[in-house]
Nanobody, 115 residues
Framework: VQLVESGGGLVQPGGSLRLSCAAS????????MSWYRQAPGKEREFAAG????????NYAGSVKGRFTVSRDNAKNTVYLQMNSLKPEDTAVYYC?????????WGQGTQVTVSS
């Protein structure tokens, strides 16, 4: 199983970014996917999740209404569209999946929101 995040960077407050997570090594369309984030000095926290067919999503309260999670099962990729970014969204963002009771994580992508 391999998860590779991309799309992070430096953005001004109020700006947008789209993160991608390319998956391989497992039957992607059978598994839910989640995005977590970890800010400096803080614990990793859940941001957004999506079920296997993309019809059901859920969000942390802190990102609801600003972030949108989606997936393209033909491309084995899950996305996180982040709008109206705030400095407190600064973190390393990780995608993850649970397969056979084992959690798999990507290496993360840094998002920095600063003027």
């Amino acid at each position: 199983v391999q998860l590779v995040e991309s799309g992070g960077g430096l953005v001004q407050p109020g700006g947008s970014l789209r993160l991608s997570c390319a998956a391989s090594g497992f039957f992607f369309s059978s598994y839910g996917m989640s995005w977590y984030r970890q800010a400096p000095g803080k614990e990793r926290e859940f941001a957004a999740g999506i079920n296997s067919d993309g019809r059901s999503t859920n969000y942390a309260g802190s990102v609801k209404g600003r972030f949108t999670v989606s997936r393209d099962n033909a491309k084995n990729t899950v996305y996180l569209q982040m709008n109206s970014l705030k400095p407190e969204d600064t973190a390393v963002y990780y995608c993850t999946t649970l397969r056979w009771s084992v959690e798999y994580w990507g290496q993360g992508t840094q998002v920095t929101v600063s003027s």
